[in-house]
């Protein structure tokens, strides 16, 4: 079975930058993509060109089926005529207009006898009914998300389309509503894609994700395979893995491969890369911290560290370390004070050799490839 969504296009800004995009959004019934990457990577372009609201001068996208795009013929649909409703980052609500009438605004073509159910079935889904009489300044920020989704809803699109969905809402308010839109997204059964930038939210929301760097898809996949198996360094750091170091493969055996980075040597699995010159991937909730190590573990990792830096961070802290190469792992306040944990401690770092994933090492300027 082809994808839903298909799409291979170039979008250039006049004077500014150039965005590929190369998407295919498989079909059973509401996956959540997550589109993520670093602000300004080119992200919202994405959303636009797949919305209609930007015409990428290459390329094309086809929608189960129907061209939406296609550069070479100059065929285009506009937004207008795609099965596409799109969340704006500012929920662009109409302050004047009350929640049902904000809900009902894009049902104009749509007989009075209709609108009216329409409306009133999407206010009761995103449970807004007792809120329908209300005006935008008197809702609180996750409410006010919930009606510009009902707005999008009440089309009733193929493809739904949010960005940045969560950015104008607090921390406390960012937690709830992130739940209660994934459960929304599931129970809708209309494929999404999500524009975020934020980590958790792509963990919390995604089925599958794809990375954009650079004006680049980088990578695509499940989002635990793209979060725990990045491509390369460059989606690696994209995806918030704090340690990456510079490695070479010394030796191989037993689906195992031995590495020297720095001074240390570490044991991973063999990924079966061509090259012995690689990248070690590390994240830091995958580093165990031991006051004294006897080397008796399933883990392979044992490394002599020293304390560089504490920084609490909720309920963990953050330390950084110093084995030769700079290492950072992730504890709890309570394992920091009972391993009584400073700068400039000697501590063991422990890791298995799964958690050790490895990418190649790209090539330095103008080496021959």
């Keep these: 079975m082809a994808p839903a969504l298909e799409a291979r296009f ?7 930058p150039r965005v590929e995009a190369e998407l295919s959004l498989e079909e059973p019934s509401g996956p959540v993509t997550i589109l993520f990457g670093p602000s300004g990577s080119g992200k919202s372009t994405v959303l636009r060109c797949l919305a209609g609201l930007e015409r990428p001068a290459e390329g094309w996208i086809r929608w189960r089926g129907a061209t939406w795009l296609d550069a070479r013929s100059r065929a285009f649909v506009p937004a207008r005529r795609r099965p596409v409703s799109l969340v704006f980052q500012e ?22 006898s ?15 009914g007792e809120l329908s009489g209300r005006r935008p300044s008197e809702l609180s920020g996750g409410q006010r998300q919930r009606v510009a989704l009902a707005r999008a809803l009440a089309r009733r699109p193929e493809l739904l389309l949010l960005d940045e969905p969560l ?38 929301l995604g089925d599958r994700m794809a990375v954009l760097s650079g004006g680049r898809i980088r990578q695509e996949g499940t989002v635990s395979e793209v979060f725990g198996r990045p491509a390369d360094e460059e989606v690696a750091r994209c995806v918030g893995v704090e340690t990456v170091v510079g490695a070479r493969v010394v030796g191989r055996g037993d ?15 063999d990924p079966g890369l061509p090259s012995d010159d690689v990248l070690a991937c590390l994240r830091a ?15 392979r990792n044992h490394l002599e560290a020293r304390v560089v830096a504490l920084t609490p961070q909720g309920p963990l802290v953050r330390v950084v370390l110093d084995c030769g190469f700079r290492l950072t792992a992730l504890v709890t306040r309570l394992s920091c004070g009972e391993l009584g944990l400073a700068e400039g401690e000697v501590v063991t770092a422990v890791v298995k050799a799964p958690s050790i994933h490895l990418v190649p090492r790209p090539a330095a300027p103008g080496a021959p490839r």
Aim: net charge neutral; proline share 7%; glycine share 8%.
């Design 91 to 112: 929920y662009a609500l109409f302050p004047h207009l009350t929640v049902a009438e904000n809900v009902a605004f894009g049902l104009h073509a749509l007989p009075p």
């Design 167 to 204: 950015s104008a809402l607090d921390g406390p308010a960012r937690e709830e509503t992130r739940v209660e839109l994934r459960a929304f997204l599931t129970r809708l059964g209309v494929p999404a894609i999500v524009v975020t930038h934020d980590r958790l939210e792509a963990l919390a």
């Design 114 to 128: 209709d609108r009216r159910p329409r409306t009133a079935g999407v206010l009761g889904l995103l449970k807004l």
């Design 10 to 16: 170039v979008h250039t800004w006049p004077a500014g």
């Design 255 to 269: 689906g195992l491969v031995t590495l020297v980075a720095g001074p240390c040597r570490l044991v991973a699995l």
């Design 285 to 299: 909730e995958d580093v165990t911290l031991e006051r004294r190590s006897s080397g008796l573990s399933s883990a």
